[in-house]
């Protein structure tokens, strides 16, 4: 049974550094492309970063360039997202996402996923 468990979120003002982790288990993060999405409250879910596992090529919508960095750890079968200078808007339920072998361009997709992790909460204040 695959599982993906996200923690590290709570609550931080702006300007602050967060880390999320993303713990993996049933399957092998090496073979998996994989995402970090997050939603908004009255908001649909929306791609933040990803990272391919034959390149580890890095993904990133626009808003959270230079602020943002997806990593992993293929030991430990985690990834990881940093966050800093967090931003009000930066508040949402943050979900980790895999996908054995993904292709470019599925890759800023929900539908591009097949596992997902239970999400964690972010909120940063002004």
């Known amino acids: 049974q695959v599982q993906l468990a996200e923690s590290g979120g709570g609550s931080a003002q702006a300007g602050d550094s967060l880390r999320l982790s993303c713990v993996a288990s049933?399957?092998?993060?090496?073979?998996?492309?994989m995402a970090w999405f997050r939603q908004a409250p009255g908001k649909e879910r929306e791609f933040v970063a990803a990272?391919?596992?034959?390149?580890?090529?890095?993904y990133y919508r626009d808003s959270v360039k230079g602020r943002f960095t997806i990593s992993r750890d293929n030991a430990l079968n985690t990834v990881y997202l940093e966050m800093s200078n967090l931003k009000p808007e930066d508040t949402a339920i943050y979900y980790c996402?895999?996908?054995?072998?993904?292709?470019?361009?599925?890759?800023?997709?929900?539908?591009?996923?097949?596992?997902w992790g239970q999400g964690a909460q972010v909120t940063v204040s002004s």
């Open positions: 996402a895999a996908k054995r072998w993904i292709i470019l361009s599925q890759i800023r997709l929900q539908t591009g996923y097949d596992y």
């Open positions: 049933g399957i092998a993060l090496r073979n998996y492309g």
């Open positions: 990272q391919r596992s034959t390149n580890n090529n890095q």
